[in-house]
Every structure is written in structure tokens, then in C-alpha cells.
């Protein structure tokens, strides 16, 4: 509320009984605690994804790398753009399961954000990554390693595997398949090196591993009717307020 005053009266969107200043609570704060099966799991799902980075890593320093690329381009090229689209398939085919009633390990709330935060993480550590190495490409373009769509697909594909892995371990093996077959065309199309697509891979997965450590399990009905959204009107000024209670 406005008052005759130059000068707007302050008034608080928080409850009278709350301190003047900002705090920090213990449950806002994030922890990397192993919740939920994480606890059994321990650093095991960090393995796979370790042991691709460093043959990846192997790879890029070898001969080995031009002498794949020369085997593909003799055997196995491949030129279309279908790869384009089969890396969001293991996400396509998640939320198909859901919306025909088969739920993963967590509601969709949570697997969305979970979702979305995997690949931002992906998204940031790959362009990075790129920039800092700016390996050339086999066609001779710029920043090659490592590979963007074999990350995200293998982001995803570990997404998909922590949901639904323990329903049905096809589902996992699925996923990881069109992974593996994304990868596989960025080699044959050209665009990569094998040790770019090996690289992708683990960070694709290193990257959704974190984001399930780090992760408060927030987004579902219960927490959500802590959130109130509303518009608000301060003389000339109009916008919307957001409130989460903790």
C-alpha cells in the first residue's frame, strides 16, 4: 500500500513473526548426503563414466583415433540427420511411459527438474569444455571435443536408467543403446572423433549423477502448496510476487 508520503510506506511479504533480515536455514542449504539409493550405490555410477573421460582422453593422444576415422570413412559413412533427433528419444520415450501410467522412481515433478538441471549442467560443461580444448574437427571446423549431442544424449539416457532402470532393466539397456548408436553416427557422419564421442558420454553422465546428489526432491504437490504466486500493484509499478514458505 501506497501512502500520502513522497516516499512509499515498506511493507513485508513474510509473516510478522519473521526476523527483519534474510537467514539461512538448514534446509535450504544443499548437502551431497547419498539420499535414497544413492546410499547403496555410493561412487560406483561414477565409475563407468570415469573410465570413458580417461580412454577418451587415451584416445585424443593416439594414433588410434585417425586409424577409426580412416576405417568409417572406407566402411561406414553416414550422412543424414537423424541424430539430430534420436538424442532426445530416451526423454521422448520417459515421458511416454509416464503419460501411459508406468511412473519411475520419482513423480514427474521431480523427474522433470531433475531432467532440466542435467542438462543445463551438460550443456555448460561441454560448451566450456569445447572452448578451453578447441580440438579440431575430422572435417577441420573448430572445437571438437568433446562431442555435444553424445553428451546429451548419454545424459539422458542415464536419466532414464536412474527412473526406470530398476522397473524393467530394458529400459536402461534402450536407452543406452540409442546412446550408443547417437555416438556411433557422429563418428561415421564425420563430425567427431571417437575419443570427442568417448568423452561426451561420460560427461553426459557424470553430469546427471551430480544433479540426483544434489537434488532436494521439492517438486511435488506437497512442497509446491508452499509456493504462491500473485500480482502486486506499488503505485506506478506492477508485477508478480513469488512466496515460498520453508
Not at 113 to 142: C, H, Q, W, Y
Not at 178 to 194: D, F
Not at 222 to 231: G, T, W
Request: include cysteine; charge should be positive; charged fraction near 20%.
Amino acid at each position: 500500500m501506497a501512502s500520502g508520503r513522497k516516499n512509499p510506506e515498506r511493507f513485508s511479504l513474510l509473516k510478522e513473526n519473521t526476523a527483519p533480515y534474510f537467514a539461512f536455514h538448514n534446509d535450504s542449504i544443499h548437502r551431497i548426503d547419498f539420499r535414497y539409493a544413492d546410499k547403496k550405490r555410493g561412487f560406483r555410477p561414477f565409475i563407468a563414466p570415469s573410465i570413458l573421460i580417461a580412454g577418451g582422453t587415451i584416445l585424443h593422444f593416439s594414433d588410434w583415433k585417425y586409424d577409426i576415422n580412416d576405417w568409417h570413412g572406407e566402411h561406414f559413412n553416414y550422412s543424414g540427420h537423424l541424430d539430430d533427433y534420436l538424442r532426445f528419444a530416451p526423454i521422448a520415450a520417459a515421458y511416454s511411459l509416464n503419460a501411459l501410467g508406468i511412473k519411475g522412481k520419482n513423480n514427474i515433478g521431480n523427474q522433470t527438474a531433475i531432467l532440466g538441471k542435467s542438462m543445463i549442467l551438460t550443456t555448460m560443461i561441454t560448451k566450456s569444455l569445447k572452448s578451453i580444448l578447441d580440438v579440431e574437427r575430422p572435417t577441420g571446423e573448430p572445437q571438437s571435443m568433446p562431442s555435444g549431442h553424445t553428451a546429451i544424449v548419454f545424459a539422458a539416457a542415464q536419466w532414464m536408467h536412474r527412473e526406470y532402470g530398476e522397473i524393467n532393466p530394458w529400459y536402461s539397456i534402450g536407452a543406452y543403446a540409442c546412446a550408443t548408436t547417437v555416438g556411433i553416427m557422429r563418428i561415421s557422419k564425420g563430425q567427431h572423433w571417437a575419443s570427442d564421442v568417448l568423452v561426451g558420454a561420460g560427461v553426459g553422465m557424470i553430469s546427471t549423477q551430480l544433479i540426483y546428489l544434489t537434488h532436494q526432491y521439492k517438486w511435488d504437490r506437497e512442497h509446491l502448496k508452499n509456493l504462491d504466486i500473485f500480482p502486486f500493484k506499488t503505485g506506478s509499478q506492477k508485477g508478480l510476487a513469488l512466496v515460498y514458505t520453508f
